[in-house]
């Protein structure tokens, strides 16, 4: 028998943070709406606005 394990690879970058947010109902839609028309998660969607925010503050 093989030693090598079965399932994902290993990531490059882990996520092993987790935080959570309060939000309304507005901000929610919006979310998930951009999720939606971007095809991502809404996960990926707040990174990206952290980036963005991060990289504006940078200038």
């Known amino acids: 028998m093989s030693s090598k394990k079965m399932g994902r690879p290993p990531s490059d970058k882990p996520k092993g943070k987790t935080i959570e947010i309060r939000v309304d109902q507005e901000i929610m839609s919006k979310l998930d709406a951009s999720a939606e028309k971007l095809n991502t ?14 990289d504006e503050l940078q200038k």
């Open 41 to 54: 998660t809404r996960s990926d969607i707040v990174r990206r606005g952290i980036e963005k925010v991060y």
